[in-house]
């Protein structure tokens, strides 16, 4: 369970992970060798997984973005590890959860154009065993995209 001074922590490098440890140490109200422990500790207990930019998409040249809905055939084991598998090789491929519901998988997706995603489709997911049904939901509008857990 994090402590209060560990979710302040989180939520200052969530809103900026450039902030320097004296920066951070002085929005959470601690000491810089203190903050610098506490993050160290996060980040070795695995809770801070990665720093990253998060880049804008369409100013990026990525113009489409998709929800693909995937069910395989049975969900045979060796069908549904060669699909993580693959696509965990694919970096259009920004988010994969297993689900329950009408689909096994869902999927988010970034590409150029339509063409792009047409390819994506034609010679990825149509191609790959135990792949019954695909269905794409295309992204007219982001409404919202965060990616920040909820610190309070």
Request: net charge neutral; glycine share 4%; charged share 30%.
């Amino acid at each position: 369970m994090l402590g209060a001074k560990d979710r302040r922590i989180l939520a200052e490098l969530q809103r900026d992970s450039r902030l320097t440890n004296q920066e951070l140490a002085d929005k959470v109200g601690m000491s810089s060798s203190a903050t610098w422990r506490r993050v160290k500790s996060l980040e070795e207990a695995g809770v801070i997984d990665r720093y990253t930019a998060i880049v804008d998409a369409k100013k990026a040249g990525f113009g489409l973005a998709s929800m693909v809905h995937v069910s395989l055939t049975r969900h045979e084991q060796k069908h549904v590890e060669h699909f993580v598998r693959e696509v965990l090789q694919h970096p259009e491929v920004l988010e994969c959860f297993a689900t329950s519901g009408e689909a096994d998988f869902h999927l988010r997706v970034v590409v150029e154009d339509i063409d792009a995603y047409n390819a994506f489709l034609d010679n990825f997911i149509f191609k790959l065993p135990g792949v019954s049904q695909v269905r794409s939901n295309i992204v007219l509008k982001e409404i919202k995209a965060d990616t920040a857990l909820p610190f309070k």
